[in-house]
């Protein structure tokens, strides 16, 4: 491979990863397993779908349809264990035989019948996946203690008690996240406005010491690697659990990676293989399961932007990943500071 070709997917590793940052940090949040696993499932999935996968240019991560089913299994296991430590080993079953399964997807060819699914399903499916995330982000929104309203229609039903709670200033930082999204691609689109919001944002509250709650430190758990015990093996409820979680995530994820897949074609002008991408995102999915991450998929967001900086292939997809891995590597003390509104 020529060296200039080399060169560009260099750089588009390096732009792609800023635009995967945020969304890890984001989403290993909101999914209630926090940034360090948010960062885990980036590095791991992103490298392995990279390396085995079949799309040209496609980058993984998690992504905000499967952190909306997989928030719903987070609570649901710290309910019945009493506490995230408790669950922990349940929901690493989990991730990693969702990954099987998607590998055994690809295996088998599934990845064919992608087309059969009709566009209003995926519409309506991917319409209500963003109603949730915003409805989730309440409490951060008003920077309120979630505290007995965790459920979706819970946050709904007592509006009231978040708006009559409500840390302002947080809000005011919601809406400024917000307006330089949507506002700062008008000036350039060069620079990836997300990663202008964390910044400016997170520099203002770290210069003012203003009143806001923020990620806190992170730090590497080994009970993340705990493994499941006999008992509950044994147990036919949470063998069913496990499998409808599992199931489920991989049936999300399939589907979301396919469709950007198809994005990516048509930006590149090439066909991909769905069977080898299902394999591939699994055997990530997989991996990043046993080590301390969760269920990801390919990130269209992500995906574009690799494209637009010029990758075309694995290299792009690699680098991404070292580059986020240096982040969580040398970046934790500004992860620390990022104001969770």
Request: net charge neutral; proline share 3%; aromatic share 10%.
């Amino acid at each position: 491979m020529e060296a200039k070709r080399v060169k560009n997917e260099i750089l588009a590793g390096i732009t792609s990863a800023v635009v995967t940052m945020p969304v890890a940090i984001a989403y290993g949040y909101a999914c209630g397993l926090g940034p360090y696993a948010g960062f885990i499932s980036a590095i791991v999935l992103g490298l392995v779908a990279a390396l085995v996968g079949g799309t040209s240019g496609q980058i993984s991560s998690p992504t905000g349809a499967l952190t909306v089913a997989i928030s719903v299994f987070v609570v649901t296991e710290k309910e019945i264990q009493g506490s995230l430590e408790g669950a922990l080993p349940i929901l690493m079953v989990i991730f990693v035989l969702s990954g099987g399964l998607q590998f055994l997807f690809g295996l088998l060819k599934f990845g064919d019948n992608i087309q059969y699914i009709p566009f209003s399903v995926i519409s309506g499916f991917m319409s209500g996946v963003g109603l949730i995330i915003i409805i989730l982000q309440i409490p951060n929104t008003f920077g309120v203690v979630a505290g007995v309203h965790t459920s979706v229609i819970s946050k709904i039903l007592n509006l009231t008690y978040f708006f009559n709670n409500a840390n302002w200033l947080a809000f005011v930082f919601v809406v400024a996240t917000l307006t330089i999204i949507y506002i700062f691609p008008k000036v350039t689109k060069k620079i990836p406005s997300s990663l202008v919001a964390l910044l400016t944002l997170t520099g203002l509250h770290y210069f003012f010491e203003l009143n806001i709650d923020v990620l806190g430190a992170f730090r590497v758990d080994l009970n993340q690697f705990s493994f499941i015990s006999l008992d509950q093996l044994m147990d036919i409820d949470t063998v069913f659990r496990i499998l409808i979680a599992a199931v489920s995530l991989s049936f999300i994820g399939s589907v979301n990676t396919l469709l950007t897949s198809v994005v990516a074609d048509k930006m590149t002008n090439t066909v991909h293989n769905s069977n080898q991408e299902l394999m591939g995102q699994g055997m990530g999915n997989l991996f990043a399961g046993f080590l301390g991450g969760f269920t990801g998929s390919a990130a269209t967001a992500c995906t574009v932007a690799n494209i637009q900086a010029g990758g075309r292939n694995r290299i792009s997809g690699v680098m991404t990943s070292f580059f986020l891995l240096i982040f969580l590597i040398w970046g934790g003390d500004f992860i620390a500071q990022i104001p969770l509104a």
